[in-house]
């Protein structure tokens, strides 16, 4: 289950939404996603690069 509360990555207010109401810009899940030892995404999130996610 996905959490509902973003954080903005310019202005850094929560939010539930896509676009942040206050400055417009983007706002992103606040927690990383759980580790388990057989994602079956984890090869394609490490060609990725580190700061980048899914």
């Given at each position: 289950?996905?959490?509902?509360?973003?954080?903005?990555?310019?202005c850094?207010?929560?939010?539930?939404?896509?676009?942040?109401?206050?400055?417009?810009?983007?706002?992103?899940?606040?927690?990383?996603?759980?580790?388990?030892?057989?994602?079956?995404?984890?090869?394609?999130r490490?060609?990725?690069?580190?700061?980048?996610?899914?």
């Amino acid at each position: 289950m996905r959490s509902k509360i973003l954080r903005c990555t310019a202005c850094g207010r929560y939010t539930l939404k896509e676009i942040c109401p206050h400055c417009g810009g983007r706002a992103a899940m606040t927690k990383p996603p759980r580790f388990s030892p057989d994602d079956p995404y984890g090869r394609y999130r490490r060609a990725l690069g580190e700061g980048e996610m899914i």
